[in-house]
């Protein structure tokens, strides 16, 4: 199913929940770091798994944040409900995991890439 709403060029296209409920990984994203504060950035990250689709957050956590705190239940306040209902797992990645552009951006399309590949090797 296509979506009705458009994209900005480069966004990763929405994910289909089923229902007419779609998952945006941008929107979601911002919905992310608006609700923790002690992460400054975070990549979300959707696939089918045994038929269903999981989502996956990796978050990058400030410097003075406790990494092994359980973020998932902020996480999950933080998604709508159809995309919380999706999710899977929460990662604290570290900087060195961070795939970062010329421009000092996190690319977030090869963070997707890369974390897509690392499921399909399990």
């Excluded at 990984?25 to 950035?41: G, K, Q, W």
């Excluded at 959707?46 to 003075?64: F, K, N, Q, W």
Aim: proline share 7%; charged share 25%; with cysteine.
């Amino acid at each position: 199913m296509v979506s009705k709403y458009p994209r900005a060029p480069g966004a990763a296209p929405p994910v289909d929940l089923g229902g007419g409920e779609w998952l945006y990984t941008a929107m979601s994203e911002e919905r992310v770091l608006a609700n923790c504060p002690d992460v400054h950035d975070c990549t979300v990250v959707s696939l089918e798994a045994d038929g269903r689709v999981v989502t996956d957050v990796l978050l990058a956590l400030h410097a003075d944040a406790d990494p092994d705190a359980d973020r998932t239940p902020a996480v999950r306040a933080a998604l709508t409900d159809a995309a919380a209902a999706t999710l899977r797992r929460v990662v604290a990645v570290s900087e060195e995991e961070l795939i970062i552009g010329p421009t000092g951006k996190v690319r977030k399309f090869l963070m997707r890439q890369r974390h897509l590949a690392e499921m399909a090797a399990l």
